[in-house]
């Protein structure tokens, strides 16, 4: 059963372009979480969905930022005309379910903008 | 979200066990204690969970306090392999999302 997998698991962008990461659950889960980790900085979260729904994206930016996670296919984490500040480590974790379950994360990818 | 207290370092001689503590006084009544790790240049790592009881698994044990106050991570072996943060974060009740705090930097002295 393979893990989390996420990529690209590096992505330069030039500032104003788009990026697009995606994650793949491991098998069987439907729960989906993206984080967030800043240079020298703590895990952020920012969305929690389940399959074509939003659960939670208390910790999203307002703008720029949008999350899915389709019936069919990965999540996909979108960034849209990346800024320098948007250089970081995003993970992505999975779960069976939101109750007495563990976590189980990506390797993250890490963007950077030039 | 419950708010978690964690040293923020530990220091531990290798093949010696450690104990990493955490304080989760305000963790609500449905909420597990998850405890996670992050290595260097990695994703977190799940590494144990549990409700009310202590818990044991092939990675460490993890020992709740009566009042589910607090509780203990223990590393019965510590080896270089097992430096990194160390998280422990209240998790599958109320709250529906794992939330990272600053954890402990565990460093291991060979």
């Known amino acids: 059963n393979a893990g989390v997998m996420q990529n690209p698991r590096h992505l330069v962008r030039r500032r104003g372009q788009e990026a697009r990461l995606r994650c793949s659950p491991m098998?069987?889960?439907?729960?989906v979480y993206w984080y967030r980790q800043l240079p020298e900085e703590g895990l952020k979260f920012m969305v929690y969905l389940q399959k074509e729904n939003i659960i939670d994206e208390s910790g999203m930016p307002k703008e720029r930022f949008s999350a899915e996670f389709p019936k069919e296919g990965p999540s996909i984490l979108r960034i849209q005309q990346v800024v320098r500040g948007d250089s970081a480590a995003y993970f992505c974790?999975?779960?069976?379910?939101?109750?007495?379950?563990?976590?189980?994360f990506g390797q993250g990818t890490r963007l950077t903008v030039v | 979200d419950a708010k978690t207290t964690q040293p923020n370092s530990m220091e531990s001689n290798e093949e010696e066990p450690v104990h990493l503590p955490c304080n989760h006084s305000?963790?609500?009544?449905?909420?597990?204690i998850h405890w996670y790790r992050q290595l260097p240049s990695q994703g977190p790592e799940y590494v144990i969970h549990?409700?009310?009881s202590n818990v044991n698994n092939r990675m460490a044990s993890l020992a709740i306090a009566e009042d589910r106050k607090s509780s203990t991570l223990i590393l019965h072996r510590a080896t270089l392999r097992d430096a990194a943060v160390y998280y422990c974060?209240?998790?599958?009740?109320?709250?529906?999302?794992?939330?990272f705090g600053s954890g402990t930097q565990l460093t291991v002295l060979p």
């Open positions: 305000t963790i609500s009544g449905t909420d597990y």
């Open positions: 098998k069987g889960h439907s729960h």
């Open positions: 974790a999975s779960s069976r379910d939101s109750k007495n379950t563990e976590a189980f």
């Open positions: 549990g409700l009310t």
């Open positions: 974060i209240p998790f599958g009740g109320s709250a529906r999302q794992l939330t």
